[in-house]
């Protein structure tokens, strides 16, 4: 396990010795944009329940959704992001950074829409009402300086939340990220 930061590779826009479990859910950024934004998710299927196998399944479009009566609005929806952070700290990665995931949906950063364009879209496993582990702090903090490293373009001021690009239809990371123990954790990255 790394100490402080994951290491990344340029060329391949993978992280070194992840899991990589690739969607087909992506495609290539337009040739004016690059990786400018870091989006923070939180994400569990169904809702509240952690550990399951289905957020995997429905970033790889396996998802069978006659499993949970809540997985129905989820027929034919092609999504997927970057890098999805389990409870337990496991790290999967799912697109590399320099392709375009689908997490952001219809959003906009600074009068700028299409946020899918230029952002990095990491899943936390959780929901908005039990706070994040420990781990997964950890392990987020490892990434986004690793992250921020490997690419120039990103900067620390330019980390939100999917509820800040998309405020009328998303809540997520929801009220208990601790965004200020999160920039705590980020200081020794904002001079690289
Ligand atoms: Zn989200």
New binding site residues.
Partial sequence: MPQSEYRIDRESGLVIDCQFLPSPNCDDRPSDCTEELI?L???SLPEGHFGTPYVEQLFTNQLETTAHPDFADLEDLRVSAHIFIRRTGEVIQFVPFHKRAW??GVSSFRNRNCCNDFSIGI?LEGCNTIPYESIQYQRLTHLVIGLLRTYPSLSPDKIVG?CDIAPDR?T??GPVFDWERFHQSILPAQHL
């Fill in positions: 989006v998710h939180g994400i997490h952001a899943e999917h998303k997520d990371p």
